[in-house]
Structures are given as C-alpha cells and as structure tokens.
C-alpha cells in the first residue's frame, strides 16, 4: 500500500469513527408511546384548563426549567435519560395524557411522577410542552 492509499485509509477511518461518535453522542430516548397509551380515557378526554394562556406557558417554562430540564434538556430535545418532548408522540396527544403522565410517571423507565405537585402546576407543564411544536 503507498503512502496516499494509507493516509486516504486513516482519514476514512477518523472519519467514520468521528460519525460513529456523534450519532451516540446524539442518542435520544424514544418517547413513551406506549405508555401514554395507557392513560384511561377520562383523562385521555379532559381539556387543559389553562390551554393557550399566556401565564400558564410562562410558569409552565419555569416549572419545566425546575423539574424537567435536567433530564429532557432545556430545549426539551431529549436525551440518553428522556425523549425528545417535541417529537409527534407527545405533541399529538391530548393534555389530559400528558397531565396523566406527570401525575403518574413510569419509574420503570426512569419517569417520576410529579404527584405531589398540585394539579394547576402540571396543567401549566402541559401548556408549556404543547408549545414545542
């Protein structure tokens, strides 16, 4: 092998390794279709009732930078730990899923739930996250 086939070798090389890296670097967990296919259909039906408020986007941004961000990101794009909150499984569900699935959570795949917070606060984290289209 001549000095050009080699170093073109090494170069293929670092360069499919760098792709290899960034792509597991970029890893996100798949959101939870499943599970949010769970919720009963009484709350599959309620309607947020702070839907398309303004403050409640606002406390609902606060409280997600709080309680969420260090899992889901502060863009809200996922990661390794928790998927990606703009991805069409979450955004095509209904707020009272999503307000099911933060009251109930899935520890099993490493997703509290936010129980203890009162309900006008997990409504709020529903307008915010129904935002990230």
């Known amino acids: 092998m001549n000095c050009r086939n080699l170093l073109l070798a090494i170069v293929s090389l670092l360069t ?3 792709v290899a890296w960034a792509w597991q670097q970029a890893k996100v ?3 939870p279709g499943g599970e949010l296919a ?11 009732p702070y839907e398309k408020q303004p403050d409640a986007v606002k406390a609902g ?9 260090q899992c889901h990101g502060d863009d809200a794009r ?8 703009r991805a069409d499984v979450i955004q095509n569900s209904s707020p009272g899923t999503l307000f099911w699935f933060l009251r109930n959570g899935n520890l099993k795949e490493g997703m509290p739930s936010w129980s203890r917070l009162p309900d006008e606060r997990l409504w709020q984290i529903v307008s915010y996250v129904k935002t990230l289209k």
């Open 78 to 85: 996922g990661s390794e730990e928790a998927p990606d909150l």
């Open 38 to 48: 769970q919720a009963p259909e009484s709350y599959r039906a309620r309607p947020n």
């Open 16 to 18: 499919i390794s760098s």
């Open 29 to 31: 967990r798949e959101p």
């Open 61 to 69: 941004r606060k409280l997600f930078k709080h309680h969420c961000a």
